[in-house]
């Protein structure tokens, strides 16, 4: 503060005084800034804090959902055994197919000649 007012008076020749008024105005406004700051420090806290929180219960659904998919393993692989079995019948059965309706698309080539 003394620096400034040394610098005014230089600049300008004017001199500043420091009245009961203008300390408690500037107290005032200390005051309110330190209002702000404290408000927007709490909102950060409670911002960090609440994405703490969601970054915990995340880990507790992931680490829960990997127990879930090992004791599922088991349950897949024979899903998939199964599936492998399916897919080899539905070769077999379209093997069938294409050779019926070849028989089938001869007998029309006949029959509409």
Do not use: C, H, W
């Not at 927007?40 to 880990?59: D, F, M």
């Amino acid at each position: 503060m003394e620096s400034t007012s040394t610098r005014f008076f230089e600049e300008l020749r004017r001199n500043v005084y420091t009245t009961p008024k203008s300390y408690l105005d500037l107290i005032s406004l200390y005051l309110n800034t330190l209002n702000l700051m404290r408000t927007e420090y709490n909102g950060n806290k409670n911002r960090l804090a609440s994405g703490l929180n969601k970054l915990n219960t995340t880990n507790v659904q992931i680490a829960e959902l990997k127990i879930k998919l090992e004791s599922m393993k088991p349950i897949l692989i024979q899903k998939n055994e199964d599936l492998k079995v399916t897919l080899a019948q539905v070769e077999k059965d379209k093997i069938v197919a294409d050779e019926k309706e070849a028989v089938v698309m001869g007998e029309k080539e006949v029959v509409e000649k």
